[in-house]
């Protein structure tokens, strides 16, 4: 059983636009899943609905094979999918352990207790094998490093499935090879990841299966040794 399930999936925006016109795939748990197409085909949307910051207007998502209703951040959260933004949030004045324990509780505040904080984001670094000095100054970390704080923060909560949106578009070639290191990793450690990318090539060399969406619509959906040169 999948532990995403998208059924018909359609969004229409206020404005008219049809984002998603009837979009059906599964994924699997424990793989690297990427969602491939040009820009405008609708991947930021179906990312956007799974993590509750749109909702779809037709269709059903399944988790574990039961259908949800992920009405916000805080919902998708509670059903264990996490989302490292394309535009980071963290705050640069604060270190990283700092950013790390308000990613995790965003209710208490900027009052921060400091050891909690560094031992939880040690403990968070060596489980997943993303070293990061908890006392550094984010304003100081160059972007990887910051996105790499992102991912951290994003796994400092119970995470079963991990949104990734266009990671590689702020990193270098050497840094998008350590990045998906890291994925790897991360799935060895049992995480889902959803990839996001309008480059089909890069994530040929990531991905387990890839969807492609055009226009709003499936265009494709293989595991990677299916895939034809031809696309
Ligand atoms: P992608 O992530 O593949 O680039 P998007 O999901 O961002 O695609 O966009 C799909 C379509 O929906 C595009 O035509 C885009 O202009 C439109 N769109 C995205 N967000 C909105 C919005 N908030 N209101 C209206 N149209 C939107
Ligand atoms: P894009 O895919 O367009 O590059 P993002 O996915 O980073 O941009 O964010 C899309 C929109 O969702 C933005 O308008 C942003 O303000 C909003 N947003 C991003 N993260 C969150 C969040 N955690 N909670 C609520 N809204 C958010």
Redesign the pocket.
Known sequence: EPIIRFEAISKR???G?E?LKGVSFSIEAGTIHAIC??????????M?ILFGLERATGGTIRIDGQPVDISSPRAAASFGISMVHQHFSLLPSLTVAENILLGQEPRRGLLVDRKAARERVAALAARYNLEADPDARVAGLSVAAQQKVEILKALSRDVRVLILDEPTAVLTPPETDELFRRLHGLRRAGITILF?S?KLGEVRALADRVTT?RA?LLSGDAAMGDISDAE
């Open positions: 925006y206020p404005n636009t984002a197409g040009e820009n405008g085909a609708g991947k930021s949307t179906l956007k996001i309008h969406l709003g």
